[in-house]
């Protein structure tokens, strides 16, 4: 990573097997407004990024309507 803004963050990739290194911008879902809303974009954006890798959909449930004390 070599840049990090409110918008996203700029990576550098090397690229195999021709090692070429790209310069790749990648945006936040939203704008961030300072360091823990970018922590907490950063890491949504990995949680999604691993279900999409690995197939992966909650469990279904039945939702209650309402709870009875």
């Keep these: 990573m070599i840049w990090i803004d409110r918008l996203g963050f700029d990576l550098h990739l090397l690229t195999l097997p021709q ?8 945006p936040f879902p939203r704008e961030v407004t ?6 907490s974009s950063l890491t949504y954006m990995a ?16 939702r209650v309507k309402c709870v009875q004390k």
Excluded: G, M, S, T
């Design 19 to 26: 090692k070429e290194i790209l310069e790749v911008r990648i």
């Design 34 to 39: 300072d360091e823990r809303d970018a922590r």
């Design 47 to 62: 949680q999604v990024a691993w279900e999409v890798e690995k197939n992966y959909a909650p469990p279904e449930f039945e």
